[in-house]
Antibody, heavy 120, light 108 residues
């Protein structure tokens, strides 16, 4: 069974940092592109970042470019999101999401999400 | 960036109703469109991809159609478990993808 489990969320002050993790199981993690998608409270879905299966290709939404860093450790079946210079508008539930085979572009499995709150 | 709009933003319906949600892209995206269902406090669930292909395990009362800029999600006979928010997603500009603002379907 495919499982994605996020962790690392919490309360952080503006300007602070946080590192999210996503533990994958039930599939060959190293073969899949992965993404982070976020959802502000009461709002819609916003794609945040993409990483290729090898980690060699990375993209970011303009809203987080230069502040967030996506990475992965295929040996540990884990995806990460390092978030720096956090702002109030980064407050959201952060989901990791899997691209199905052949880098399709939509997301067939999602984690349960981890809440990040940026507030003083 | 490709912009996605959805209509209506919300609708009220009864069990057994036929429901149609529309998604429109700011430019042609061929059939690179997916639909998701999200219930409160839960992660989105993939329903349809490639505009009209039903994800495995999704009930056949869900269907999708369209190509280019205009797309629809239809629920042929609304069930109690279908009350949720529905999002479309374009992945034509993959991996730079965008979601629609969502359509909330609630009980009349």
């Amino acid at each position: 069974e495919v499982q994605l489990v996020e962790s690392g969320g919490g309360l952080v002050q503006p300007g602070g940092s946080l590192r999210l993790s996503c533990a994958a199981s039930g599939f060959t993690f190293s073969s899949y592109e992965m993404n982070w998608v976020r959802q502000a409270p009461g709002k819609g879905l916003e794609w945040v970042s993409y990483i290729s299966s090898s980690g060699s290709t990375i993209y970011y939404a303009d809203s987080v470019k230069g502040r967030f860093t996506i990475s992965r450790d295929n040996a540990k079946n884990s995806l990460y999101l390092q978030m720096n210079s956090l702002r109030a508008e980064d407050t959201a539930v952060y989901y990791c999401a899997r691209d199905p085979p052949a880098a399709a572009g939509y997301f067939d499995y999602w984690g349960q999400g981890t809440l990040v709150t940026v507030s003083s | 960036a490709i912009r996605i709009t959805q209509s209506p933003s919300s609708l009220s319906a009864s069990t057994g109703d036929r429901v149609t949600i529309t998604c429109r892209a700011s430019q042609g995206i061929s059939s690179y469109l997916a639909w998701y269902q999200q219930k409160p406090g839960k992660a989105p669930k993939l329903l349809i991809y490639a505009a009209s292909t039903l994800q495995s395990g999704v009930p056949s009362r869900f269907s999708g159609s369209g190509s280019g800029t205009d797309f629809t999600l239809t629920i042929s006979c609304l069930q109690s478990e279908d009350f949720a928010t529905y999002y479309c997603q374009q992945y034509y500009s993959y991996p730079l993808t965008t979601f629609g603002p969502g359509t909330k379907v609630d009980i009349k």
